[in-house]
């Protein structure tokens, strides 16, 4: 005998968070912020890849800033209205339980149903998938493939 599990009146949602950068808007979980923080110009060094801008203090830590731009093959850009989104680390490193991430403005909360709509649009390297938000594109970033970029380049 089988049995049906059905749940009335039920929706399945998530809020998700759209991360603004200079060239594409950028759709994560809620969960994966740990926290926004205004841009602070970060403690650089020679020979880091173009797309990590060098470490960031928070919270007595000190971070690896990367720009998502450059590191997916596109341009580094500093805009007025830059933020810094800290974000939890998923790469499973017992050493790594954050990264931060260069934003151009603030992130902006959505709820977000089970029936997103892919976008058929071209994805770069990081880019997961691309979904259609009303009449914009946003991006799926693979944070767990930046952080690999790190771990690849010896910086973590």
Same mark, same amino acid.
């Given at each position: 005998?089988?049995?049906?599990?059905?749940?009335?009146?039920?929706? &399945?949602? %998530?809020? /998700?968070?759209?991360?603004?950068?200079?060239? =594409?808007?950028? $759709?994560?979980?809620?969960?994966?912020? *740990?926290?926004?923080?205004?841009?602070?110009?970060?403690?650089?060094?020679?020979?880091?890849? &173009?797309? %990590?801008? /060098?470490?960031?203090?928070?919270?007595?830590? =000190?971070?690896? $800033?990367?720009?998502?731009?450059?590191? *997916?093959?596109?341009?580094?850009?500093?805009?007025?209205?830059?933020?810094?989104?800290?974000?939890?680390? %998923?790469? /499973?490193?017992?050493?790594?339980?954050?990264?931060?991430?260069l934003l151009q403005g603030i992130p902006r909360s959505l709820k977000l149903e089970?029936?997103?709509?892919?976008?058929?649009?071209?994805?770069?390297?990081?880019? %997961?998938?691309?979904?259609?938000?009303?009449?914009?594109?946003?991006?799926?970033?693979?944070?767990?493939?930046?952080?690999?970029?790190?771990?690849?380049?010896?910086?973590?």
């Amino acid at each position: 005998m089988s049995q049906a599990v059905t749940t009335q009146n039920s929706t &399945a949602s %998530l809020t /998700g968070l759209l991360l603004p950068l200079s060239d =594409r808007t950028l $759709l994560v979980p809620n969960v994966a912020l *740990a926290e926004l923080i205004p841009y602070r110009a970060p403690q650089s060094s020679s020979g880091l890849p &173009a797309w %990590l801008l /060098g470490q960031v203090a928070w919270r007595d830590l =000190r971070l690896p $800033l990367l720009s998502f731009e450059g590191a *997916a093959g596109g341009e580094v850009k500093m805009g007025s209205g830059a933020r810094v989104a800290v974000l939890n680390a %998923l790469g /499973g490193r017992p050493h790594v339980k954050f990264i931060a991430l260069l934003l151009q403005g603030i992130p902006r909360s959505l709820k977000l149903e089970a029936d997103l709509r892919r976008a058929n649009a071209p994805l770069s390297v990081l880019e %997961l998938d691309a979904v259609q938000l009303g009449t914009d594109v946003v991006k799926i970033p693979d944070l767990a493939g930046l952080e690999q970029m790190l771990a690849d380049a010896g910086l973590i």
